[in-house]
């Protein structure tokens, strides 16, 4: 699945602890010599982001003391990938490597004997994932100016590529529709999306081969640009707009302005395209796979959820990531209803702060000021202590402390507030960059 905002990749060790759910990097040592031959693996290293694959960081040190940085992918212990799931994947990023597209080259791969879970092995890519750091930091001024028309020509080389005939060919809205009467249609907003997204379909077009979760988070990028496009789990065949409307999704703007991954436009995206050899794309056909792809993004957030409260997975990653469905209610009514939107945000109410003043019955400190105190001491005593998977998760747990001391600040919502209303309220407070920016760009 892909990953949440803001939830990127972060460089850096940990080690096992009991309970902590995270293997010994020992247990991985053995397998991975295995398959590599006679070499000596260092600095084994679990890395942070992703809420459905582990990603672990090695060096292979061969005999004379050459060394190799690899990165190890698999399937979280317990929660195995879809079937076949590893034969596309490994398909997909060997044509892409034998075409000279910018990926890691995939030494081997497993189907889980030794590792326990399926996974597989890639030669290191240096440069940076965070999106944060490659939308403000100055060391990527110039990836900046750059990463629009690469971004484009990747898609369109990529898109000519034959796609494997095993590929499947899914109908996305069916997909969505599906999944979305699997867990009791619970969104009107979503259902609205649907209405709108089958009543205005664009033209059937070839299907091509597709990366699947085409986005600023699954690249690696240096101070000039694209070095790699990570994280082929989900390619599959379709209509080549897919993967550009991805990456036009709000949520993958990390809260930059621009359209295209915070980056540019979506007139440059597509000329950037089209001057590679992609389709002749229009606006219209890009805004409807957007649209569907943040309701996607969505299901996809209900998914994660829907794991944690089961107790299938239990993890703050994945709660938080549930908690991000009404961001996506948002972005779809941004996009489909932008007047009755704006009318809604500027009705929100204002947090007046009544919940961290008031000390009954309790006394002080309130829920909302001990809540504060938890979220003081993991930005501030855990985070600088930490790296890796450990210090991720303390930013995610802080950030989910967060929403909950602003929703019981806001207070419930009076019965008769419309839903339009009712959204436009919970994001005022929760996430106020969707409304000081303005009307979806």
Not at 6 to 29: F, H, K, M, V, W
Not at 181 to 190: D, L, Q, W
Not at 282 to 294: A, Q
Not at 358 to 374: F, I, M
């Amino acid at each position: 699945m892909p990953q949440t905002p803001d939830q990127d990749r972060l460089p850096g060790g940990n080690a096992a602890s009991p309970g902590s759910g995270i293997p010994d990097a020992t247990e991985l040592a053995r397998p991975l010599r295995h398959w590599l031959g006679p070499v000596t693996v260092q600095a084994l290293t679990r890395l942070s982001g992703g809420a459905s694959k582990e990603t672990w960081s090695f060096d292979a040190v061969a005999g004379d003391g050459s060394r190799t940085g690899l990165i190890l992918r698999r399937d979280p212990p317990g929660r195995p990938g879809e079937p076949g799931a590893l034969d596309r994947e490994a398909a997909a990023i060997g044509l892409a490597h034998q075409a000279g597209l910018p990926v890691p080259e995939m030494l081997c791969c497993s189907r889980g004997p030794g590792l326990g879970t399926a996974g597989m092995v890639l030669r290191r890519v240096d440069g940076e994932t965070i999106a944060r750091r490659i939308l403000r930091d100055p060391q990527y001024a110039t990836a900046r100016r750059v990463l629009v028309g690469e971004l484009g020509e990747f898609a369109a080389r990529l898109h000519a590529l034959p796609a494997p005939a095993f590929l499947p060919e899914p109908d996305p809205l069916a997909s969505l529709r599906e999944q979305l009467e699997s867990f009791g249609r619970p969104s009107a907003v979503f259902d609205l999306a649907l209405a709108e997204l089958d009543r205005n379909r664009p033209p059937a077009r070839e299907p091509v081969l597709l990366h699947g979760d085409f986005r600023l988070g699954n690249l690696i990028v240096g101070p000039e640009g694209l070095r790699a496009v990570l994280d082929w789990e989900l390619t599959h065949a379709g209509n080549p707009a897919e993967d550009l409307g991805w990456l036009c999704v709000k949520a993958w703007r990390f809260g930059a302005g621009q359209p295209v991954a915070g980056l540019g436009s979506r007139e440059e995206l597509l000329a950037a395209y089209a001057a590679a050899g992609g389709a002749d794309l229009s606006l219209e056909e890009l805004r409807w796979w957007e649209v569907l792809g943040t309701l996607r993004w969505g299901v996809i957030c209900l998914a994660q959820a829907a794991a944690h409260l089961s107790g299938a997975h239990r993890s703050v990653e994945l709660a938080a990531i549930g908690r991000r469905v009404c961001e996506q209610e948002w972005d779809l009514l941004l996009l489909l209803q932008p007047a009755a939107a704006a009318a809604a945000a500027a009705r929100r109410p204002r947090p007046s702060g009544a919940a961290a003043a008031a000390p009954a019955p309790y006394g002080r400190p309130t829920a909302s000021e001990l809540l504060e105190a938890v979220r003081e001491y993991l930005l501030d005593g855990v985070l600088p202590v930490t790296t890796g998977q450990v210090a991720f998760h303390a930013r995610v747990a802080a950030g989910a402390l967060a929403v909950v001391a602003r929703e019981l600040e806001l207070g419930p919502f009076p019965a008769e507030t419309g839903l339009a209303d009712a959204v436009a309220a919970r994001l005022a407070v929760a996430n106020p960059k969707y409304f000081d920016a303005g009307p979806a760009s």
